[in-house]
């Protein structure tokens, strides 16, 4: 038995396979890939807020109302912001940045208030004044859903999607 190569067709099939791996433009595979992963990591925040011992009306597990703003766990607080070619940022929403940062890390000691005498809360629909109150303990959502990406294999899973689209659209 014999193998008979044609070096001339191996050639020629190289040939084309280079013309189509310089068709595939990679910056576009990068930016959808970072754009996906942004919006990936945005929805594992908001689960991990879902999770955590944040407790929020939009839950309705909490009686007290949670401020200005959209509810932590739903998609309106946060945003997912291009800041440059092929570079997202994930960030609450300006009405819950504040309350989103105390809330992941913790506030030792008491929350005093800045303009007024009093503190105003709305629990069950009714006002309530407090001289201040003790700071929450950190609930770390933001740190579990950082490990949560990681873990996934998510990151990986995009890319690999967004380099098979674009291979199939320019072969």
């Known amino acids: 038995m014999a193998l008979e190569m044609n070096i001339g067709q191996f050639s020629d099939d190289l040939e084309d396979f280079q013309i189509t791996l310089e068709a595939i433009d ?9 754009r ?3 919006q990936e990591m945005a929805g594992m925040v908001r689960q991990a807020v879902f999770e955590s ?3 929020s009306p939009a839950s309705k597990i909490s009686p007290y ?3 200005d703003g959209p509810a932590m766990a739903t998609s309106d607080a946060w945003l997912v912001e291009k800041d ?3 570079s ?4 609450p929403h300006p009405q819950v940045r504040q309350r989103a940062v105390v809330l992941n890390f913790g506030y030792p000691g008491e929350i005093t208030p800045k303009n007024g005498e009093f503190l105003k809360f709305t629990v069950e ?3 309530v004044w407090a001289r201040s109150v003790d700071g929450p303990d950190a609930t770390g959502y933001w740190q579990a859903a950082i490990q949560k990406m990681r873990n996934s294999g998510k990151l990986e ?7 098979n689209k674009e291979f199939e659209e320019n072969t």
């Open 36 to 38: 996906r992963a942004a």
């Open 88 to 91: 997202y940022t994930v960030r």
């Open 26 to 34: 990679m910056e576009s595979v990068k930016e959808n890939t970072v």
């Open 84 to 86: 440059g070619p092929s």
């Open 125 to 127: 629909g009714q006002p």
């Open 65 to 67: 109302e949670s401020g």
């Open 53 to 55: 011992s944040i407790k």
């Open 157 to 163: 899973e995009i890319a690999a999607e967004e380099l």
